[in-house]
Nanobody, 128 residues
Framework: QVQLVESGGGLVQVGGSLRLSCAVSRRTGSTYTMGWFRQAPGKEREFVAAISWSGGSTQYADSVKGRFIISRDNAKNTVYLQMNSLKPEDTAVYYC?????????????????????WGQGTQVTVSS
């Protein structure tokens, strides 16, 4: 079983930065595509960013492109989401998700239904 634990959320001012981390425990020998999703109160869960196992392929939602950066350090079993130039609309609970690389095409990275494992989420609040 794959277990994911997010951390790094908190309160930040508009224009500020925050880095989220996702600690990954996985079965040795398996590779995973990782994604970040977020859900604001009263809204549907939406795609934020995703990254392939090697880190060679990344995708971003248009709303965060140019501001957020997803990365991973497999040696540390950690996936990151660097968030810059934060806006109030970025306020949400952020979730880390994973799916075996062989089970997903890059064209499907943005679909939450493609992911099999999810963390509990970490709250990010952007205030002005």
């Amino acid at each position: 079983q794959v277990q994911l634990v997010e951390s790094g959320g908190g309160l930040v001012q508009v224009g500020g930065s925050l880095r989220l981390s996702c600690a990954v425990s996985r079965r040795t020998g398996s590779t995973y595509t990782m994604g970040w999703f977020r859900q604001a109160p009263g809204k549907e869960r939406e795609f934020v960013a995703a990254i392939s196992w090697s880190g060679g392929s990344t995708q971003y939602a248009d709303s965060v492109k140019g501001r957020f950066i997803i990365s991973r350090d497999n040696a540390k079993n950690t996936v990151y989401l660097q968030m810059n130039s934060l806006k109030p609309e970025d306020t949400a609970v952020y979730y880390c998700a994973a799916v075996k690389s062989a089970l997903i095409y890059s064209s499907r990275y943005s679909f939450p239904g493609e992911y099999d494992y999810w963390g509990q989420g970490t709250q990010v609040t952007v205030s002005s």
